[in-house]
Every structure is written in structure tokens, then in C-alpha cells.
């Protein structure tokens, strides 16, 4: 099993798709990450319209980080209508050749040898596990891949996956404004049987939106802040991280600053009844 770290950088807004950040840049957030604790990085071959992971790979070979030091997480299957590719309409393909020539187009764009994990990024109507297993166990004789995962995959849908291939990751969307993975069974499956949860979007909407329940969250942090002498962020962050599945957050960032804030989240043990209270105000109700 791989050693992810716990919080998890997330590299979708790094390139095109965001901030833009020169080799030179990204060479230097890789570092910085490393350097605070911070040594996975989570991809997807669609980032920048098919243009970050390279980007990433050259800042990667630029940074002189040892390659063994971290653990690099790419995504496979959405078909976007952009990079170049001849589609007529958005769509997700999984035959087994197209997962197979994905990774190793991530291989090669990432300066790797081998991704720590792959993940097939939706889920499509149209996915057969017989297909995807073979890739999969081709893939990993190969040493291309070490492990194997979904995102934004449903309880029975990582029960077909999982017919002949064990799924070690499921990333889904989880935070104070969006959890629930905690009522339908995602985070349960993941403590049955031992998937590793990832959770994107850590913060929601709080931040994003001026919303009553916003309103709320953020009163009820205010009255929390003091407690813990913690930031907003590092309390929504703690917030995640007490959950028993042991969720590692995909910190979206770029800021340096932000970046410690979420490290440092790692040390706040909420209080059971102040994560309920977080819990109610996000639902705008109490418990039942």
C-alpha cells in the first residue's frame, strides 16, 4: 500500500486551467510541498486541456526532487473536446487500450516510470470491469502502475470495478457543504474494505459562496477560531481529517501560505461536540 501523505496537492488549477505558473514556479511549489510534508501530487491527463502534466513533468525534472520521495496520482477517461483530440462530443472511454495509452502518455509527460496510482476519473455507463481489470493487470506487470483507484465512484459501482481488480483509492467531492459520501455509503464501503478516501474540493463552498448556510459556517467558526487559534480553513480541514476513514484532502492551491495552513490543520483535534456543532450549521438543523 502506498504512503500517501495527508494532505494531498492538487494540481488542476497549476497550469493552464488556473494560475499558469512558469517551469521555473511549479519547480519551486514542488519543493516547497515536499519540503513541509506535502509529497503527493494529484493529476488528471485532462488538467490544462492535456498540458499540465507536462508542464508539471519539466518543473518536476527541474526541482531535482527525488522521484522516490513522492507519489504522483493521475486520472484517466474523460474525452474533452480540447488538446487537440478528435471528439465530437464529450464522452468517457475505458477499453482497455485507450487506459493502457493514457498512462503511458502520463508516463511520459510526467518524466516517470511509474504513477502511484491510477484512477479512472468518472464513471461511464458504458464501462465493462473484464475491459478495465485487463488494463489494469497489464499495467501493473508492466510496473507502470503501483496501485489502483476511482473518483467520484458510487458503493456499487466500485463493487463491479472490483470484480477481478482490487480498488485501492476512491476520490470523491466530501467537505463541511458537500458530505454526502457520509450518508450513501461511500466513506462505509471505504472502511470495509480498506480504500484509501480522497476527498476533493476540501472547503466547499464557504469561501466561494455568500449563502445562509455560508452564514452559518462561518459565525460557527468564528465562535471556534479562539479555541483552536486556527484559520477558517485549517478548521474545515480539521473537520475532514476527524472523520474515522481517514479522508486524505486534495488541497487545490497554489498560495504558500494556504498550503502550511492545511499541514498545520493536521495537529487540531476537534472536539466531538464542536464537530457536531460544524455539522449543524452546515445542515441548517439539529440532529435528529
Not at 490544462?48 to 526532487?65: I, P
Not at 487559534?229 to 474545515?236: F, I, N, P, S, V
Not at 487545490?252 to 492545511?262: I, M, Y
Request: aromatic share 8%; glycine share 6%.
Amino acid at each position: 500500500m502506498t504512503n500517501y501523505s495527508r494532505i494531498i496537492a492538487g494540481t488542476m488549477t497549476w497550469g493552464g486551467w488556473g494560475k499558469s505558473l512558469s517551469t521555473s514556479a511549479m519547480a519551486d511549489l514542488i519543493q516547497f510541498c515536499v519540503e513541509h510534508g506535502i509529497s503527493t501530487f494529484d493529476h488528471a491527463d485532462i488538467y490544462g486541456g492535456y498540458t499540465t502534466e507536462a508542464e508539471f513533468g519539466n518543473a518536476l525534472v527541474e526541482s531535482k526532487v527525488d522521484r522516490e520521495h513522492i507519489q504522483l496520482i493521475s486520472k484517466c477517461g474523460i474525452q474533452h473536446l480540447s488538446g487537440g483530440r478528435n471528439n465530437k462530443v464529450g464522452h468517457y472511454n475505458y477499453d482497455k487500450e485507450y487506459i493502457i495509452l493514457s498512462v503511458e502518455t502520463s508516463l511520459r509527460n510526467l518524466h516517470t516510470d511509474y504513477l502511484d496510482v491510477l484512477l479512472l476519473h468518472r464513471p461511464s455507463p458504458l464501462m465493462h470491469p473484464d475491459e478495465i481489470s485487463e488494463a489494469i493487470q497489464i499495467l501493473k506487470a508492466q510496473g507502470k502502475i503501483k496501485n489502483f483507484g476511482v473518483s467520484n465512484f458510487t458503493p456499487t459501482q466500485v463493487d463491479l470495478i472490483s470484480k477481478n481488480v482490487t480498488v485501492a483509492v476512491n476520490q470523491v467531492e466530501f467537505s463541511l457543504t458537500q458530505h454526502d459520501a457520509m450518508q450513501n455509503g461511500t466513506l462505509d464501503q471505504m472502511m470495509i474494505k480498506d480504500i484509501t478516501p480522497m476527498a476533493w474540493s476540501p472547503l466547499g463552498h464557504v469561501f466561494k459562496e455568500d449563502t445562509e448556510q455560508t452564514r452559518r459556517i462561518h459565525k460557527q467558526l468564528g465562535e471556534l477560531r479562539e479555541k483552536y487559534d486556527a484559520t477558517e480553513d485549517q478548521l474545515l480541514l480539521a473537520w475532514i481529517l476527524k472523520h474515522p476513514s481517514n479522508i486524505h484532502p486534495v488541497v487545490g492551491t497554489t498560495t504558500k501560505e494556504r498550503l502550511l495552513n492545511a499541514v498545520k490543520a493536521r495537529d487540531i483535534a476537534l472536539e466531538l461536540q464542536d464537530w457536531f456543532l460544524m455539522l449543524v450549521a452546515a445542515q441548517g438543523h439539529p440532529m435528529p
